[in-house]
């Protein structure tokens, strides 16, 4: 089992990658009030052999840049369809050994390793779904590169509890998407704000819907985007349909917590939002 974090300080024992805080003694966490809860949603797929680097670079949205990944960085990018809308995302981080992990939600594995394996061919990888959880912290571990308010991951056998909730709060009143939005939305990629949050490159080489992405970003193309909402009410659920003033379709809502939320809007139709019988406005 292999196990990354914290700052790329990695050691090996026992022929086992394991990152520095599998050496603590986890009650001692616990006292310093350093508790890793576990993100049980999310899961972890492994591509491991020579080119693996390569193949994946080849695949998605960022730039993996080996240097980074080495020093124990996240990287955040995603798969898209030949058209440029969504299939996945994940955070990718890299072992002592060079095998890459990829930590994505855990509604996409099946789908997600399905494509990776039809795209490997040959090639002499192998790809797994790891075991190991997914612990979360707000500021230790290896950062999230999309936005500090997403805070920490780390992965190994170690945790102390669920941080769905705490992590769902602050990334939707930061108003940040994360997978289950996106998986609602099925958007194009740039609408995802994935250029201000690090989750593409224009720069590198080619890779899978680069060529609709290229173009909506040379055009200023993008026509929709995630935003922060307030309702009056308790926000409808994840799913609910938005109409404007004139009742035309507007959007839909992809999270929710409490009077707040997250909608995938159309810009030209944001004014006197309604959903569910409930009166919405865009936060900023």
């Not at 520095?20 to 491991?48: C, E, T, Y």
């Not at 991951?153 to 941080?163: K, L």
């Not at 003033?245 to 009077?259: D, V, Y």
């Not at 810009?267 to 919405?280: E, F, H, I």
């Amino acid at each position: 089992m292999l196990h990354v974090g914290f700052g790329g300080r990695l050691a090996t024992s026992l022929k086992k990658v394991i990152i520095p805080i599998a050496r603590f003694d986890h009650h001692s966490w616990q006292k310093r009030g350093m508790l890793l809860k576990q993100l049980p949603n999310r899961n972890v797929i492994s591509i491991k052999g020579e080119g693996a680097l390569t193949f994946l670079d080849g695949l998605v949205t960022n730039h993996l840049d080996e240097g980074k990944l080495a020093k124990g960085e996240l990287i955040h990018a995603a798969l898209l369809t030949p058209q440029g809308k969504y299939r996945a995302d994940f955070l990718i981080s890299m072992t002592q050994d060079g095998m890459l992990l990829l930590d994505h939600d855990a509604g996409l594995g099946d789908d997600l390793l399905r494509a990776l394996k039809m795209y490997k061919l040959r090639l002499p990888l192998e790809l797994k779904p790891q075991e190991d959880i997914v612990a979360w912290h707000p500021n230790q571990g290896m950062m999230d590169p999309r936005d500090p308010a997403l805070g920490a991951r780390s992965y190994g056998p170690e945790h102390s509890g669920d941080a769905t909730a705490q992590y769902e709060e602050l990334r939707i009143k930061a108003g940040i998407p994360d997978s289950p939005d996106f998986m609602i939305a099925q958007p194009f990629w740039l609408e995802t704000g994935a250029l201000q949050r690090h989750g593409v490159s224009m720069n590198k080489g080619c890779f899978i819907g680069q060529e609709v992405t290229a173009r909506m970003h040379h055009r200023d193309a993008i026509r929709r985007t995630f935003t922060k909402i307030s309702s009056d009410k308790a926000t409808p659920e994840a799913g609910t349909n938005i109409t404007d003033e004139q009742g035309r379709p507007a959007g839909i809502i992809t999270s929710r917590w409490g009077n707040q939320g997250l909608a995938y809007i159309r810009k030209d139709r944001s004014n006197n939002l309604q959903a569910d019988g409930c009166n919405l406005e865009i936060m900023p």
